[in-house]
C-alpha cells in the first residue's frame, strides 16, 4: 500500500551497521557517499550517504577500535552511534541492520534475515531485584512492521541483545523466556535511544551461526559472516525500495 492521505512519508532513514563486512556489500551497491561532516569528530563512526528514490538513506557503521584494528561492535558503541544518528539526522526510521546468531529449532538456517517484532529485550543483564531487573531487561518497542514482513517474505521475531557472542546456557535460558528468535550485540541499545528520542525503530538481523547447535559462535560466525552479509545486503535493498511513499503507518 502506498502512502495516501494525512500519514506523513519516511523521509529519512538511518541504517545502523556495527561490522564494516557487514556493511560494505550495501555501500557499494547503492554507492553511498562518505560524509565527514555528519558524526562529532572524535567519534569513530562512519556516516555515508544518498538519496534513493523519495528516502534521504543514511548509513553509519560503528568504526574502528584504533588499539585493536577490530569494528567496534557491542552495544556501548551502538548507543553512542544511536544518538548521534538521531540527534544529527533526525530519521523518521532509524534500522539495526546486522548478522546474529540463530536457533535452527525455531526455523533459522545460515543467512536467514529477520525482522524484529514486538519489542528488544537484553538477554545477559541478570539483576535479580524488583524494578531493576525488568528495567535491565529492556523491552524497548520495536515499530509494528508486520506488513513489511510480509511483502519482504521474512520471518519476524523478538530479538535479544548481549555482550558476548560466546553462549552460555544463562543467557539462551533468558533468550527463550522471551520467545526471542535471535540473538545479536546491538539492537536493544539502540531501542533504548530510539524510545527516548521517540523515534520508529526496527532490526533485521541475518543469521551467521545456530545457536542450538553442536557448534562453537565464534568459529560459525567467522564461517558464515561473507554469506549472511550477503543475504542481509539482498533484504536491506529489498526493504530501501519498499519504504518508497510508505508511511510508518503502512509498515503495520
Ligand atoms: N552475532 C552473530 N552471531 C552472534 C551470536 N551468536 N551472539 C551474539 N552476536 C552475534
Redesign the pocket.
Known amino acids: 500500500m502506498s502512502n495516501q492521505g494525512s500519514a506523513m512519508p519516511i523521509n529519512h532513514v538511518s541504517i545502523l551497521m556495527a561490522m564494516r563486512d557487514e556493511a560494505q556489500p550495501v555501500i557499494d551497491s547503492l554507492k553511498l557517499q562518505k560524509r565527514d561532516d555528519v558524526i562529532h569528530s572524535q567519534l569513530p563512526m562512519c556516516c555515508y550517504q544518498k538519496q534513493v528514490g523519495s528516502i534521504q538513506l543514511s548509513l553509519i557503521i560503528s568504526g574502528v577500535d584504533d588499539r585493536h584494528g577490530v569494528d567496534n561492535i557491542g552495544s556501548e558503541a551502538a548507543t553512542l552511534m544511536a544518538y548521534e544518528a538521531i540527534t544529527r539526522l533526525k530519521p523518521d526510521l532509524i534500522i539495526s541492520a546486522g ?3 540463530g536457533f535452527a529449532e525455531k526455523g533459522a538456517n545460515i543467512g536467514t534475515v529477520y525482522v524484529s517484532e514486538a519489542h528488544f529485550v537484553y538477554h545477559d543483564r541478570h539483576v535479580p531485584i524488583p524494578g531493576f531487573n525488568e528495567s535491565s531487561i529492556g523491552k524497548y518497542p520495536a515499530v509494528e512492521a508486520s506488513r513489511l514482513a510480509k511483502s519482504l517474505n521474512l520471518p519476524s521475531g523478538v530479538i535479544s541483545t ?1 555482550s ?2 560466546e ?1 552460555s546456557d544463562k543467557d539462551i535460558l533468558v533468550i527463550n523466556q522471551h520467545n526471542a528468535v535471535a ?3 546491538e539492537a536493544a541499545a539502540i531501542a533504548w535511544v530510539a524510545m527516548l528520542f521517540k523515534v520508529p525503530m526496527m532490526a533485521l538481523k541475518s543469521i ?2 545456530l ?1 542450538d547447535q553442536e557448534n562453537r ?1 565464534e568459529e560459525e ?1 567467522l564461517n558464515h559472516l561473507s554469506r549472511a552479509s550477503r543475504s542481509l545486503h539482498d533484504k536491506i535493498l529489498d526493504l530501501v525500495d519498499y519504504l518508497q511513499n510508505k508511511s510508518i503507518e503502512d509498515l503495520a
Open positions: 548478522t546474529a546468531g548481549g558476548s557472542l553462549k540473538k545479536e550485540m551467521t551461526n545457536v559462535s560466525f
